[in-house]
């Protein structure tokens, strides 16, 4: 199987916590600070979404968990 399954759990699990922590922040934000490519973000939070994360994201692409 392609990549390590606890490695994007726990990137999904910090992406959440950075999201909670700084509403508004960007995917250019997030890709940075957990070392990935932007189009790993964008990927992750689809798979969020799947999950049933509720997500929004803002005019400006500032993203926010919606309670």
């Given at each position: 199987?392609?990549?390590d399954k606890?490695?994007?759990?726990?990137?999904?699990?910090?992406?959440v916590?950075?999201?909670?922590?700084?509403?508004?922040?960007s995917?250019?934000?997030?890709a940075?600070?957990l070392n990935?490519?932007r189009?790993?973000?964008f990927?992750?939070?689809?798979?969020?979404?799947?999950?049933?994360?509720?997500l929004?994201?803002?005019?400006?692409?500032?993203l926010?968990?919606?309670?």
């Amino acid at each position: 199987m392609f990549g390590d399954k606890q490695a994007k759990r726990e990137r999904l699990a910090k992406l959440v916590d950075l999201v909670q922590q700084r509403p508004g922040i960007s995917q250019a934000e997030l890709a940075r600070k957990l070392n990935v490519n932007r189009s790993t973000i964008f990927k992750d939070l689809v798979t969020l979404s799947e999950l049933g994360v509720r997500l929004s994201q803002d005019d400006n692409g500032g993203l926010y968990i919606l309670d």
